[in-house]
């Protein structure tokens, strides 16, 4: 599921949520069931975002290791 997807999700099920609390109540069955499903959809969002960022922190650490690597060589060499 893209990221696009999930923002739809987001924005469809709290909408919904919202309407649904408006007509029935906060403890009403059916607004703690979209509540859940929201709950769901905005985990399955926090794990893909927070995915995304490491693994855009590794490529950084791996592309300065690169950029640095004859550096790092030449400050070994002189221990």
């Known amino acids: 599921m893209d990221m696009r997807t999930v923002h739809k ?18 403890r009403d069955e059916r607004v703690l069931e979209k509540s859940a499903q929201l709950d769901r959809i905005l985990n399955v969002y926090v794990r893909k975002k927070c995915s995304e960022e490491v693994s855009q922190q590794i490529l950084i650490k791996r ?6 690597d004859q550096e790092y060589r030449r400050e070994l060499l002189l221990y």
């Open 9 to 26: 999700l987001i924005e469809n099920r709290r909408i919904e949520l919202n309407t649904l609390a408006s007509i029935y109540g906060i």
């Open 63 to 68: 592309d300065g290791l690169r950029n640095n």
